[in-house]
Each structure stands twice: as structure tokens, then as C-alpha cells.
């Protein structure tokens, strides 16, 4: 099932290609259904790992 999603912007982001095969061997192993989702997965928790630290004061 998908998630409601509300303002989404699309970005395009440039990778090594070292990290883009280890991203495509996640998606073989089914943790993700595509680079975009485990990207996004993988932002989202290095922003909510990182909020204190990236609070603006």
C-alpha cells in the first residue's frame, strides 16, 4: 500500500556509482522497491537521527 504524500518535490541527486550498486543490491533483496524510496528512507532517518544537532538557532 502507498502513503498519502504531500508536498513532494523532486530532486535529482548524483551518486557514485559504488553506492548506486549497493542501493540496487538492497532493492534485489526486496528491503526497498526502488532507489528512490531507500534514498528517501535513508534522508529522512539521517534528519530525524540529526535534529538537535541541525536545529537553527
Same mark, same amino acid.
Given at each position: 500500500?502507498? %502513503?498519502q504524500q504531500t508536498d513532494i518535490e523532486i530532486i535529482n541527486? %548524483?551518486?557514485?556509482v559504488g $553506492? $548506486?550498486?549497493i542501493l540496487?543490491?538492497?532493492?534485489?533483496?526486496n528491503l526497498f522497491s526502488s532507489r528512490s524510496e531507500? $534514498?528517501?528512507e535513508f534522508s529522512r532517518k539521517y534528519?530525524?537521527?540529526n535534529r538537535e544537532q541541525n536545529r537553527v538557532k
Open positions: 500500500m502507498r %502513503r541527486v %548524483r551518486l557514485p $553506492i $548506486i550498486s540496487d543490491s538492497l532493492i534485489k533483496k531507500a $534514498i528517501r534528519v530525524l537521527d
